[in-house]
C-alpha cells in the first residue's frame, strides 16, 4: 500500500497516484474521501484505501465507490453493513486493531467476540486486520514486542489464512522489523526518498528537490543589518545574494539563525538573518561568482532535507507536507 495522503507527502497527489499506479501496487491509501476523490477523477483505479476514520455522512460514498474503510467500532461496522445492504453490495474492510498507538482501532481485550460480531454483519467482507505502529523510527524493544502482539493477535483470530490482507509496518517498520505474519505494509516517507531510519538511507534516493532562483546579488558594508529584528550584522563587507523563497514557500521560518546552509553553483552558502514570507538572503562572499538568475537548491541531493528538519526542530514529514501551492511542482521523468 503506497501511502499517498496529504498530496503524497506534498508532492502532489494526482502526479504520484498515477505513476504508483502504474507500478501494480494493490492499495492507495489516503487520510480522507476528499482525497480519494481526487485519485478517482485524476483516473487512478487503484483500490483506495482510508487510513484514519470516517465521518457517517461520508460513508454512502464510501460505500458506493469501494473505498476500503478501516473499521474502528461497532457503530462503524454496523453503519456501513445497513448501507451496503441498501446498495445491495458486499464491502471489503479492515479491522483496526489499537496495538499501541492510541489513536483509532479495536483496543485490544475481547477481540474474538468482536471479530464474530463483525462476522454478523453480513454485508461487509472483513478481508484485513492491519494496526500502526508508533515508535518504529525510536523505541525499538517497544517496536519488536509489538510485531509479536499483532501476531498472537492475528492468532488469537484465526490466524493468518483468516485474512487475506495483514499489516502492521509504516516505512520505519519496513526497514527495520521482520514482517512475520504481515503479507502488506504501508510505506509513506521512504516512497519520496527518505528513510526513517538513517541507516537505510543510503538505499534511497531523495525525490523532491526544493529549488529558487537569485533575485538580487549586493555588496553590503560592515555594519549592516540583515533581515526583519537585525538578528544578523555584517561585521566585514559581504556579497550578499537575495533568493527568491520563504517561509510562505513553506520553507521553516525555524531555521532562522540556526546555521542552514542553500547550495548555488556547487556550493555550501550560508543563509543570513531570519527567513521572510517571500525571500531571504544568503552569504556569497565566499563563492565564486554568484549571479541573478542563478538556481539555488534549499534542500535535495546536496542538501539533505533530514539536516533542515533538524535545524527547524521538526521532522521531515512536516517540511514535506508544509511545501506551499506557491512553489510550482514540475516532474521529470
Ligand atoms: C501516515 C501513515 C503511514 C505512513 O507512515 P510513514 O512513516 O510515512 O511511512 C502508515 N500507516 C498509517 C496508518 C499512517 O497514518
Given at each position: 500500500?503506497a501511502?499517498v495522503?496529504?498530496?503524497?507527502y506534498g508532492?502532489?497527489l494526482?502526479e504520484?497516484?498515477?505513476t504508483?499506479?502504474?507500478?501494480q501496487?494493490?492499495f492507495?491509501?489516503?487520510?480522507?474521501?476528499?482525497?480519494?476523490r481526487?485519485?478517482?477523477?485524476?483516473?487512478?483505479?487503484?483500490?483506495?484505501?482510508?487510513?484514519g476514520a470516517?465521518?457517517?455522512?461520508?460513508r454512502?460514498?464510501i460505500?458506493a465507490?469501494?473505498?476500503t474503510?478501516c473499521i474502528?467500532?461497532?457503530q462503524?461496522?454496523?453503519h456501513?453493513?445497513?448501507?451496503?445492504?441498501?446498495?445491495?453490495?458486499?464491502?471489503?474492510v479492515?479491522?483496526?486493531v489499537d496495538?499501541?498507538m492510541?489513536?483509532?482501532?479495536f483496543v485490544?481485550?475481547h477481540l474474538?467476540?468482536t471479530?464474530r460480531?463483525?462476522?454478523?454483519f453480513?454485508?461487509?467482507e472483513?478481508e484485513g486486520i492491519?494496526?500502526?505502529?508508533?515508535s518504529?523510527?525510536e523505541?525499538e524493544?517497544f517496536?519488536?514486542?509489538q510485531?509479536?502482539?499483532?501476531h498472537e493477535i492475528i492468532?488469537?483470530?484465526?490466524?493468518?489464512?483468516?485474512f487475506?490482507?495483514?499489516?502492521l509496518?509504516?516505512s520505519?517498520?519496513l526497514?527495520?522489523?521482520e514482517?512475520?505474519?504481515?503479507?502488506l505494509?504501508?510505506p509513506?516517507?521512504?516512497l519520496?526518498?527518505?528513510?526513517?531510519?538513517?541507516?537505510f538511507?543510503?538505499?534511497?534516493?531523495?525525490?523532491?528537490?526544493?529549488?529558487s532562483r537569485?533575485?538580487?546579488?549586493?555588496s553590503?558594508p560592515a555594519?549592516?543589518?540583515?533581515?526583519?529584528?537585525?538578528?544578523?550584522?555584517t561585521?566585514k563587507?559581504t556579497?550578499v545574494a537575495?533568493?527568491g523563497?520563504?517561509?510562505?514557500d513553506?520553507?521553516p521560518r525555524?531555521?532562522?539563525?540556526?546555521g542552514a546552509?542553500v547550495?548555488?553553483r556547487?556550493q555550501?552558502?550560508?543563509i543570513l538573518?531570519?527567513?521572510?514570507m517571500d525571500?531571504?538572503m544568503?552569504?556569497?562572499?565566499?563563492?565564486?561568482e554568484?549571479?541573478?538568475?542563478?538556481?539555488?537548491?534549499?534542500?535535495g541531493?546536496?542538501?539533505?532535507?533530514t539536516e533542515?528538519?533538524?535545524?527547524?526542530?521538526?521532522?521531515v514529514?512536516?517540511i514535506?507536507t508544509?511545501?506551499?501551492?506557491?512553489?510550482?511542482?514540475?516532474?521529470l521523468?
Amino acid at each position: 500500500m503506497a501511502v499517498v495522503k496529504a498530496g503524497a507527502y506534498g508532492h502532489g497527489l494526482e502526479e504520484i497516484a498515477k505513476t504508483l499506479a502504474a507500478q501494480q501496487i494493490d492499495f492507495l491509501g489516503v487520510a480522507n474521501v476528499g482525497e480519494a476523490r481526487r485519485i478517482r477523477e485524476a483516473g487512478v483505479q487503484t483500490r483506495i484505501y482510508l487510513l484514519g476514520a470516517t465521518w457517517s455522512e461520508e460513508r454512502a460514498e464510501i460505500v458506493a465507490r469501494d473505498w476500503t474503510p478501516c473499521i474502528s467500532s461497532l457503530q462503524e461496522a454496523e453503519h456501513f453493513n445497513r448501507l451496503a445492504q441498501l446498495q445491495a453490495k458486499r464491502l471489503r474492510v479492515h479491522i483496526a486493531v489499537d496495538t499501541g498507538m492510541g489513536r483509532g482501532g479495536f483496543v485490544v481485550d475481547h477481540l474474538p467476540e468482536t471479530l464474530r460480531q463483525l462476522e454478523s454483519f453480513s454485508h461487509l467482507e472483513i478481508e484485513g486486520i492491519g494496526s500502526h505502529l508508533p515508535s518504529a523510527d525510536e523505541d525499538e524493544a517497544f517496536t519488536v514486542k509489538q510485531f509479536a502482539r499483532f501476531h498472537e493477535i492475528i492468532d488469537s483470530l484465526g490466524g493468518a489464512a483468516r485474512f487475506k490482507w495483514r499489516h502492521l509496518a509504516n516505512s520505519a517498520g519496513l526497514l527495520g522489523y521482520e514482517q512475520g505474519l504481515c503479507n502488506l505494509s504501508r510505506p509513506g516517507l521512504m516512497l519520496y526518498g527518505v528513510s526513517p531510519l538513517p541507516e537505510f538511507q543510503g538505499n534511497l534516493a531523495t525525490v523532491m528537490t526544493l529549488k529558487s532562483r537569485v533575485t538580487l546579488v549586493r555588496s553590503l558594508p560592515a555594519g549592516h543589518g540583515v533581515s526583519y529584528g537585525r538578528q544578523f550584522v555584517t561585521t566585514k563587507p559581504t556579497r550578499v545574494a537575495t533568493v527568491g523563497i520563504g517561509y510562505g514557500d513553506g520553507y521553516p521560518r525555524h531555521v532562522s539563525g540556526k546555521g542552514a546552509d542553500v547550495w548555488i553553483r556547487g556550493q555550501r552558502l550560508p543563509i543570513l538573518g531570519r527567513i521572510t514570507m517571500d525571500q531571504m538572503m544568503v552569504d556569497v562572499t565566499a563563492a565564486v561568482e554568484v549571479l541573478e538568475g542563478d538556481e539555488v537548491e534549499l534542500f535535495g541531493a546536496n542538501i539533505p532535507v533530514t539536516e533542515i528538519a533538524e535545524k527547524a526542530e521538526t521532522i521531515v514529514w512536516e517540511i514535506f507536507t508544509g511545501i506551499t501551492p506557491r512553489v510550482v511542482r514540475q516532474y521529470l521523468d
